[in-house]
């Protein structure tokens, strides 16, 4: 039996969920202010090859796709979790997770066009990679107009967490596919079939580091989004509740 959206909390101050969440907020800006700095006044500048100083840029790029597909196999398991156990909490989760994929998906395909066009001559090239990337971001929108089509509460979480499952299953696809083609965007971590993939660089300990940290702060950032966004929409649905009693 499927949980209602929630009842309103009454509590005048901030909540210790509240609180964390700010500091997670304030840990994450510390943490862009310092990858900032490692990227730009830290990192060694790449070959010509690789792009110069465009290569700094990459840090972001890398980064930013980890955590999208990281906020899209977070909604795939919260998806899980609302068919198992059909608690909208977990529908929550779900929906803040893909509207914040959306965001990281965007920063990536932003992020390469800047860096191919100096290195590739060209903003974009229809390399299978290239083209799932933008499909992902596709289907991350797709996921959100999927969810406001549909008004049944229910309805919309089951329809959503059958999708968020099967979406899921084009990040080991993007992961794989510079790997085991021959793509002109380079396998970062890894070997790859193709040996002169234009724009390769190889990771030195120092390198291997800094894209570390960069993906740890933009896991926090994410993290502190996701917090917000799930409280925002815990607030959203105690007003739908509390809308719905008083037109019953």
């Known amino acids: 039996m499927e949980q209602t959206l929630g009842r309103p909390a009454t509590a005048k101050q901030p909540t210790n969920a ?34 110069g100083n465009v290569q700094r840029i990459f840090y972001f790029h890398f980064s930013s ?3 999208g597909f ?17 608690d909208f909490k977990y529908d929550r989760v779900a929906l803040a997770s893909a509207e914040i994929g959306v965001v990281f998906i965007a920063m990536v395909l932003l992020t390469g066009m800047l860096w191919a066009r100096p290195v590739w ?12 990337s933008a499909l ?16 049944d ?15 899921a299953l084009t990040i080991p696809l993007n992961f ?19 040996g002169t993939q234009q724009g390769g660089f190889g990771i030195s300990s120092e390198i291997g580091l800094i894209m570390a940290f960069c993906f740890f702060t933009f896991f926090i950032i994410y993290m ?7 409280e925002l929409q815990s607030h959203a649905d105690v007003l739908a509740y509390r809308r719905a009693e008083l037109t019953n």
């Not at 990281?70 to 059909?86: C, E, I, N, Q």
């Not at 001559?121 to 799932?132: E, G, R």
């Not at 794989?176 to 193709?194: F, K, M, T, W, Y």
Request: aromatic share 12%.
């Open 70 to 86: 990281t906020a899209w196999f977070v909604t795939a398991v919260s998806g899980g979790l609302y068919l198992k156990r059909r």
């Open 176 to 194: 794989l596919v510079s790997r085991v083609l021959n793509s002109v965007h380079p396998a970062v971590i890894g070997e790859s079939v193709n």
């Open 18 to 51: 509240t609180q964390t969440t700010r500091g997670i907020g304030i840990a994450a800006g510390a943490m862009f202010i310092v990858a900032l700095l490692l990227v730009f006044l830290v990192a060694p500048r790449a070959q010509d090859g690789a792009g």
């Open 153 to 167: 509460p229910g309805r919309r979480a089951r329809f959503a967490a059958v999708y968020g499952i099967i979406g």
């Open 136 to 151: 992902q971001l596709l289907m991350y929108i797709a996921y959100l107009m999927l969810r406001s089509g549909l008004d």
């Open 224 to 230: 502190f989004m996701l917090r917000s966004r799930v």
């Open 121 to 132: 001559n060209t903003w974009w090239t229809w390399d299978f990679k290239l083209t799932l």
């Open 65 to 67: 796709a980890l955590i």
